[in-house]
């Protein structure tokens, strides 16, 4: 049996046991409430990310579909919207930099490469495990086709279908306007003849519609429709064949890190800065100039209606002082009649005859009777 100090005590340690526990339990809450804390803390952290890299990529997506044009049913056809945007043009100016150091299968790697990847909303030709798929306009399935389709056998060249290959409508449609953009650039008589060569012979016949002209080489025009017996009879055209589809073939079978790359280490990336430069410059020249075009315009418009205007005052002024002068002459006329007629002899009355006194004529006439 427990003695009352016992008691004491054990109810002592008791005590001290129950504060224990007491504190224990709320430093337990504590680091509860601390933990929940950090856990909303890193919640919302994650939460702001999270929203921060959604707004960064709705911003890099828009950016990287700014100025981008949405993509024709037919890739091929002639589209006006790069001349007005300024796309041939930039490509121009990007070509006068790599002609000059004599770069002109990298210009037409460039010049594809950028084509499929920068200009529309949607990419004309998609790879899928080493084939294209071409694109067939909005809202469609995209059509299934093979290289040799597109830029010709490199393998086995044959004279009868290598004309065949549809990247002649490319230069047909799109290199013509590069070629005519070139034109207009100062130092185009500078190129190099081989450089001119490729982009006449990418651009087919349809370089006659240029000044260049088309390419002719031992008298003999080159024409896509006549590259059948064109190729055996002149081995330049053949040798122009396999340079430039083999270019603008890697232009667009690159991916984007080995584009770069390519840049990279051919020094293509400061060639092509450089003409973007140029480009800006030409495009704020362009800008300046139809600035100048309107004032001129706004200018000229406000100075005939100016004229028009004093014109119509000087009409309305004459037809005043005509007016004026008439009234005068009007009022002159009426104060010299008054002046005639003030000044005319006044008529004496005339004598009225004498008329007998009393009764009327009736007894009057009766009288002379009798």
């Known amino acids: 049996m427990m003695t009352p100090a016992q008691?004491?005590?054990?109810?002592?340690?008791?005590?001290?046991?129950?504060?224990?526990?007491?504190?224990?339990?709320?430093?337990?809450?504590?680091?509860?409430?601390?933990?929940?804390?950090?856990?909303?803390?890193?919640?919302?952290?994650?939460?702001l990310d999270a929203e921060r890299q959604k707004k960064k990529r709705t911003a890099d997506r828009e950016k990287a579909l700014k100025g981008k044009?949405?993509?024709?049913?037919?890739?091929?056809?002639?589209?006006?919207?790069?001349?007005?945007?300024?796309?041939?043009?930039?490509?121009?100016?990007?070509g006068m930099r790599m002609a000059m150091q004599g770069r002109t299968n990298s210009f037409l790697r460039y010049i594809m490469w950028d084509w499929n990847n920068n200009i529309f909303l949607a990419k004309p030709f998609t790879k899928t495990n080493g084939g294209l798929h071409k694109y067939m306009g909005k809202g469609t399935c995209r059509m299934s086709t093979t290289v040799t389709n597109v830029f010709g056998n490199?393998?086995?060249?044959?004279?009868?279908?290598?004309?065949?290959?549809?990247?002649?409508?490319?230069?047909?449609?799109?290199?013509?306007?590069?070629?005519?953009?070139?034109?207009?650039?100062?130092?185009?008589?500078?190129?190099?003849?081989?450089?001119?060569?490729?982009?006449?012979?990418?651009?087919?016949?349809?370089?006659?519609?240029?000044?260049?002209?088309?390419?002719?080489?031992?008298?003999?025009?080159?024409?896509?429709?006549?590259?059948?017996?064109?190729?055996?009879?002149?081995?330049?055209?053949?040798?122009?064949?396999n340079r430039t589809t083999q270019a603008l073939r890697r232009g667009m079978m690159s991916r984007a890190d080995q584009f770069y790359a390519y840049c990279v280490e051919h020094g293509l990336d400061t060639i092509i800065t450089q003409g973007?430069?140029?480009?800006?410059?030409?495009?704020?020249?362009?800008?300046?100039?139809?600035?100048?075009?309107?004032?001129?315009?706004?200018?000229?418009?406000?100075?005939?209606?100016?004229?028009?205007?004093?014109?119509?005052?000087?009409?309305?002024?004459?037809?005043?002082?005509?007016?004026?002068?008439?009234?005068?002459?009007h009022e002159e006329k009426q104060i010299q009649q008054a002046i005639e007629m003030s000044l005319a002899p006044t008529p004496e009355p005339e004598e009225e005859p004498e008329r007998r006194l009393g009764g009327n004529d009736e007894e009057k006439t009766d009288s002379k009777t009798v």
């Open 7 to 47: 008691v004491l005590e054990l109810l002592d340690t008791n005590r001290e046991i129950l504060a224990t526990n007491k504190k224990i339990l709320e430093e337990v809450n504590e680091v509860k409430r601390v933990t929940r804390e950090l856990t909303e803390a890193r919640i919302l952290k994650r939460t």
């Open 154 to 241: 490199e393998r086995s060249f044959n004279p009868c279908t290598a004309a065949e290959a549809e990247i002649f409508e490319f230069g047909a449609f799109h290199m013509c306007g590069v070629l005519r953009a070139m034109e207009k650039m100062p130092r185009f008589g500078e190129l190099p003849r081989d450089f001119l060569q490729c982009i006449q012979f990418v651009c087919g016949g349809f370089a006659d519609e240029t000044e260049t002209g088309a390419l002719k080489i031992r008298g003999h025009t080159w024409d896509v429709a006549d590259a059948p017996e064109l190729f055996p009879k002149v081995a330049e055209f053949r040798s122009l064949y």
């Open 276 to 329: 973007l430069a140029d480009y800006e410059v030409l495009r704020q020249l362009d800008q300046d100039l139809k600035k100048h075009e309107d004032r001129e315009r706004c200018k000229n418009d406000f100075l005939k209606k100016l004229k028009a205007q004093q014109k119509s005052n000087e009409m309305a002024h004459a037809e005043q002082i005509i007016g004026n002068f008439v009234a005068a002459a």
């Open 69 to 94: 044009l949405e993509t024709p049913s037919n890739i091929w056809k002639r589209d006006g919207r790069l001349r007005e945007n300024g796309t041939y043009k930039r490509w121009a100016c990007i």
